[in-house]
């Protein structure tokens, strides 16, 4: 505690955040108090920490609350039939997004003792709860609605276009059965009224909260570790601690985690989300266990080797992942999993929290005799001296194994070649992404895909490899002082829309070329799929289309008007969003000047939360993106192969390294 105290003390502005994975156990409420006491101690307070503007989740209800609920409230002295204290029975349950509530024994009790269970849904899934009846709700872009996400700063939204079949939204159900002839719309227009917010005005309104906190008095003294309410706090922190270390031995916990692409289980149903792998461990379709690499080898397990984990809580049977970088002793399995119906484990819910348990000691882990093949989409996440991260030089003595700074395009930086340059009168479209800002989201990756109609290749066609992202989130584990494992980082691949392309020159029906703008341009109707372009390509950013997918309806209405689908037997890759540029080109033209800087912004960058992502025109001195690749960070991967990349990376900034 005194080393964490002392580094973030030492931060230039230090945050330190609680919450989640890290209070889901016992003793998580000492865990957040704890961290609540070093934000105090290091001047986080009023800094980096605001409790001004908090999230309104005064009025979201824990998992206990709910399962005493759905247990049944005792009845009073005015309740028909009950006698006072009796506890009374749920009639009839609506139910809308469970997914976590599943593991409550009090809501499936319930469920099992209504006289009638109604469920709101937009889509079926297996592990739903059984219910009497279901109705179907509008899509959230087809339904009205506010929302109060930070105390006193409100939103509302409206329907983006008419429902496609015969829905309500889940506020139109509730007033109809109420017997209310309003619709939702009408009643939140009502409600943005009485509250003195213009319900026809701007779609973001402020409005002092009802329950703010009090503001704090000119010269107030700030908390300290030093204030005796602190101290007895921290001993008694300490005394509990203790007291757990001797009651139970330490050994190896798993960790029910929420997924990265299907949170809790609520975007399970998105096949989009499935077809994405995950960004640390890469696997798709499918669930696993992650376990620590170093314990997997010395076990001599193997990824798909099918292991039971037997904690208090249940135990159990999935396929593992070694996963380079976990800590030796931890386990984690996505939660969304772990509590489907049969899966075998029933966590409990912490009564100091009031949430689920998600961090459990392991009782036994040993390997069964089954296995089943993931589909791993990495290869090795070892960038073996190949010039793909930086300082990673392969020997080649620079930066991304470039034997130095490479110019960026700028004259006497290309590498020698036998080619001639090519020439790019008014434009040179390039990318830079910056590794310190990429956090392996994969909100790119699903732009990408929903922009440029890329088809989904289902499981089966993972396994074997033939995958269709044009865009892919690459781990690669990173190297410490020690020279062991230090963390991932991820590093976006898309086609680098090289200068010196090698997939241009070995296409035997020119289908793909140069363009004057600096594109690496796919023509479509001339592929033969040969396939020599996929396998001279350094970067493995082309795909082949092995069928031809064809989207029922609804579902064509998914589909790009702006983008032409591909045909079985042609090649396809990033076209660096080409519709977008064209669409900015013929309204510069329309205005009679050249393409602004910012003006194209391809799906990928528009979707990255963080920034990572910045296109623009590399001849033009002044635009964002070419000042960013002539950074001191910035380089190009396998520069050494002298293909004259036009997406430039900037490195980890060393500053932020621990």
Not at 159 to 179: C, E, K, M, N
Not at 315 to 323: E, F, H, S
Request: charged letters at 25%.
């Amino acid at each position: 505690l005194r080393e964490l105290a002392g580094a973030l003390r030492s931060a230039r502005r230090p945050l330190l955040l609680c919450g989640g994975i890290a209070t889901a156990m016992p003793g998580g409420g000492d865990a957040a108090l704890l961290a609540g006491l070093l934000q105090c101690a290091t001047g986080q307070i009023g800094s980096t920490v605001d409790f001004d503007r908090p999230e309104n989740l005064d009025r979201v209800g824990t998992l206990i609350e709910v399962d005493e609920l759905a247990r049944g409230a005792p009845a009073t002295a005015g309740d028909p039939g009950l006698s006072a204290g009796e506890p009374r029975e749920p009639r009839v349950c609506f139910l809308a997004g469970l997914h976590t509530l599943a593991a409550s024994p009090g809501v499936r009790a319930a469920l099992e003792r209504a006289r009638l269970v109604v469920g709101l849904t937009d889509f079926l899934h297996e592990s739903m709860p059984p219910c009497h009846l279901w109705l179907p709700i509008s899509h959230g872009l087809e339904s009205s609605g506010d929302a109060e996400v930070v105390r006193g700063r409100h939103s509302r939204h409206d329907p983006v276009f008419r429902p496609l079949f015969d829905t309500r939204s889940q506020g139109d159900i509730l007033l109809a059965l109420l017997g209310d002839a309003r619709t939702f719309r009408e009643y939140r227009d009502g409600w943005w009224a009485e509250r003195g917010l213009d319900p026809r005005g701007p779609r973001y309104a402020e409005r002092p909260p009802e329950r703010a906190a009090p503001a704090p008095r000119a010269g107030a003294a700030a908390p300290t570790l030093r204030s005796g309410a602190a101290a007895a706090a921290l001993r008694e922190i300490a005394a509990r601690h203790a007291a757990a270390e001797g009651a139970e031995p330490q050994g190896s916990t798993l960790v029910l985690g929420p997924s990265v692409r299907m949170h809790d289980g609520r975007s399970r149903v998105i096949p989009l989300l499935h077809e994405i792998p995950d960004p640390v461990s890469t696997v798709t379709y499918g669930e696993y266990a992650a376990l620590p690499e170093s314990r997997c080898r010395a076990r001599g397990w193997d990824d798909g080797l099918v292991v039971e984990i037997v904690t208090s809580a249940g135990a159990l049977r999935l396929p593992l992942r070694a996963q380079p970088g976990l800590p030796d002793g931890h386990i984690v399995v996505p939660i969304d999993r772990a509590l489907d119906p049969g899966s075998g484990l029933a966590p409990e819910m912490d009564p100091e929290t009031g949430e689920l348990v998600r961090v459990l000691a392991i009782r036994e882990l040993r390997a069964t005799t089954d296995g089943k093949r993931l589909p791993v989409m990495a290869g090795s996440m070892e960038a073996g001296g190949r010039g793909i991260l930086p300082g990673d030089d392969g020997g080649h003595g620079g930066p991304g194994g470039q034997g130095g700074h490479d110019g960026h395009g700028a004259p006497g930086g290309r590498a020698a070649s036998l080619y001639p340059a090519h020439d790019h009168p008014l434009y040179r479209w390039g990318m830079v992404v910056d590794l310190d800002k990429c956090t392996g989201c994969s909100a790119c990756v699903a732009a990408c895909y929903l922009e440029n109609n890329v088809p989904l290749s289902g499981p089966k066609e993972h396994l074997r490899g033939r995958e269709m992202s044009w865009l892919r989130i690459q781990p690669y584990a990173r190297r410490g002082a020690g020279g062991g494992r230090d963390g991932l980082l991820f590093l976006p691949m898309m086609c680098q829309h090289c200068d010196m392309a090698p997939c241009e020159t070995v296409c035997p029906v020119y289908a793909t070329y140069h363009s004057q703008e600096g594109l690496n341009v796919q023509v479509y109707n001339r592929c033969v799929g040969t396939r020599y372009c996929a396998n001279n390509c350094p970067y493995k950013a082309r795909r082949f289309n092995w069928f031809s997918h064809h989207r029922p309806e609804p579902l064509d209405r998914l589909l790009n008007p702006d983008v032409s689908t591909r045909p079985k037997g042609v090649m396809e890759k990033c076209t660096f969003c080409v519709q977008r540029i064209r669409r900015a080109k013929d309204r510069a033209r329309d205005e009679d000047r050249p393409v602004a800087d910012g003006e194209v912004t391809p799906a990928c960058a528009q979707s990255c939360p963080s920034g990572a992502i910045v296109f623009g025109n590399l001849l033009d001195p002044s635009a964002r993106v070419s000042r960013l690749a002539r950074d001191a960070r910035a380089y190009r991967v396998l520069a050494a192969l002298g293909t004259e990349p036009a997406v430039h990376y900037l490195s980890r900034d060393a500053r932020h390294e621990h």
